[in-house]
């Protein structure tokens, strides 16, 4: 069974720093894209980036709203994935989703249940 | 960036009846197109990829469709539990962007 588990969310400052989790079981790790997803309270989700598979070079693709902020990155001797996410706003205020991609596309097979991340003083 | 204009925003229908759902895409994606449905604190689940393929466990009574940059999901036969917020997401071109939503009700 695909399990995706992230951890990290809270409350922080403007300006701050915070690095979210994403732990996979379930599947083999390595051949899988993998996403940042956030999703503000009653809005739609934005795609925030992925990172390719090992046939890919594990490259990343980062939307450009947040380009030079985030930085993702995984782990595979832990299958573990990370989204940081450096000098925070208010507007980053939302539910962070990590999502694996599906074989045939850039859509998302599988999701977990999301972490929150408050930006506020 | 690819505009994904999603209609209605909110819709009531009763159960046993058939809805549609529509996305209009800015330019053309070549049926790079997904339909997500997403309950109440949850996460959104895949329903439909690359415009009408059904995603594995998911009921026969979803379908997707394309004409043109339209592309629509239908809902035949209603039941309770296919309450929720619906997104569509354009995997055609980077940034991936979603629709605003629809809410579905059933009465």
């Known amino acids: 069974e695909v399990k995706l588990l992230e951890s990290g969310g809270g409350l922080v400052q403007p300006g701050g720093s915070m690095r979210l989790s994403c732990a996979a079981s379930g599947f083999t790790f390595t051949d899988f894209y993998m996403n940042w997803i956030r999703q503000p309270a009653g809005k739609a989700p934005e795609w925030l980036g992925f990172i390719r598979n090992k046939a890919n070079g594990y490259t990343t693709e980062y939307n450009p709203s947040v380009k030079g902020r985030f930085t993702i990155s995984r782990d595979n001797t832990q299958n573990m994935l990370y989204l940081q996410m450096n000098t925070l706003r208010a507007e980053d205020t939302a539910t962070y989703y990590c999502a694996r991609s599906g074989n045939y596309g850039h859509y998302f097979d599988y999701w977990g249940q999301g972490v929150m991340v408050t930006v506020s003083s | ?107």
Do not use: H
């Open chain 2, 1 to 107: 960036d690819i505009q994904m204009t999603q209609s209605p925003a909110s819709l009531s229908a009763s159960l046993g009846e058939t809805v549609s759902i529509e996305c209009l895409a800015s330019e053309d994606i070549y049926s790079n197109l997904a339909w997500y449905q997403q309950k109440p604190g949850k996460s959104p689940q895949l329903l439909i990829y690359y415009a009408s393929s059904l995603q594995d466990g998911v009921p026969s009574r979803f379908s997707g469709s394309e004409s043109g940059t339209q592309y629509s999901l239908e809902i035949n036969s209603l039941q309770p539990e296919d309450e929720g917020d619906y997104f569509c997401q354009q995997s055609y071109k980077f940034p991936l962007t979603f629709g605003s939503g629809t809410k579905l009700e059933i009465k």
